[in-house]
């Protein structure tokens, strides 16, 4: 009880202490961005790279060197969720669970499972003009696989066919970077022309990696889910 | 400023959760907690007044958009995040299988 009181009155003091030094420091709204790195992502970005969303231009042009370390650590991650769970599904053919998904659930993840993918594909594909990009789009893909394992209860994926579409798309990001150390001398640079802004095919090699991003990620997620929900009770 | 508090509110729950709570599974919320109230921090730090989202299309000058370079780091955040939880998850699948608890005291006090 004593050792409780004394952690939520630490608690309360960070609390403290957190919120007041950003509210005397740091004041809400204000305009910090005159200075520095981001004025130049902001008033450069569009002509540099042919982005309009400057988040994705930023993520996938300027730091795309950062993206690729960050597919990597959710490829290990999805790696090390099946490392660890391995051995622990049941055998093949055998339901997960004894009670079916209502006839309400089931057709409306047939009518729905569909739009959901395209959706998602629609969210990656138009990763450089509008809010969103590969990795939100590969989650929606990958919710609309969570979405088929609840309504059916025998439904599994096919391990082979999605690690070999993964290793596919993550090779497709390296060799993208690999062509600009070729033909420019910088790896992941832009070789490709910018277009004019605002139009689906431009921003140079945004969209290619984008695409190759939404896939690697669906597929990922997918297979952490697959692999969590194929545990035996 | 509502979103400073919402996000010192985050980790402080969040730190809540990992210092006294017993149940992993709690302990793993805590964690993603803290993990939002980051990243709800980093996108509050880059917003100006006024300022609409980053995207220069539609006539949107670029003196009128916030700092779009905490958004990009988020970006990756949120993405870490996923990938800490979904292995923290899975290795509390793992030790529940073996030692039939989820209580990390009892986990701790337990011999292989």
């Not at chain 1, 049941?90 to 057709?107: D, H, N, W, Y």
């Not at chain 1, 590969?134 to 999605?162: C, E, M, P, W």
């Amino acid at each position: 009880m004593i050792k409780k009181s004394i952690a939520l009155i630490l608690i309360a003091i960070l609390f403290v202490a957190i919120f007041f030094t950003l509210a005397n420091d740091l004041p809400f709204g204000d305009n910090r961005t005159t200075t520095g790195v981001s004025d130049k992502y902001i008033y450069h970005g569009v002509n540099d790279t042919g982005a309009s969303n400057l988040v994705t231009a930023i993520v996938v042009n300027y730091r795309g060197f950062d993206t690729l370390g960050e597919v990597t650590v959710l490829f290990v991650a999805a790696t090390g969720v099946g490392a660890v769970l391995y051995n622990m599904g049941r055998p093949a053919g055998k339901k997960r669970k004894k009670t079916e998904a209502s006839l309400i659930v089931r057709t409306g993840s047939r009518i729905l499972f569909p739009m959901m993918l395209l959706f998602g594909a629609y969210i990656f594909v138009h990763g450089h003009l509008t809010p969103g990009g590969g990795f939100q789009g590969g989650a929606v893909i990958a919710t609309a696989f969570l979405f088929k394992y609840v309504s059916d209860t025998r439904y599994h994926i096919d391990h082979n066919k999605f690690t070999a579409t993964e290793s596919v798309v993550g090779m497709t990001f390296a060799l993208v970077g690999i062509m600009g150390l070729l033909l420019t001398g910088y790896f992941l640079f832009n070789f490709l022309p910018n277009g004019s802004p605002g139009e689906l095919l431009s921003a140079g090699i945004i969209p290619i990696i984008y695409v190759a991003i939404g896939i690697k990620v669906g597929a990922e997620l997918t297979g952490i889910l697959d692999n969590m929900m194929e545990v035996e009770q | 400023m509502i979103y400073y508090m919402a996000a010192a509110f985050l980790i402080a729950i969040g730190i809540y959760a990992l210092m006294l709570k017993k149940n992993m599974i709690k302990m793993v919320i805590g964690l993603s907690l803290m993990d939002s109230g980051v990243n709800l921090l980093l996108i509050s730090l880059g917003y100006i007044n006024g300022g609409t989202a980053p995207i220069l299309l539609n006539g949107v000058k670029p003196q009128e958009v916030v700092d779009p370079l905490p958004q990009a780091l988020v970006l990756t955040n949120v993405v870490i995040g996923v990938s800490v939880t979904a292995l923290a998850l899975s290795v509390i699948i793992r030790v529940y299988k073996h030692y039939k608890t989820l209580n990390s005291d009892k986990v701790r006090d337990m011999k292989w």
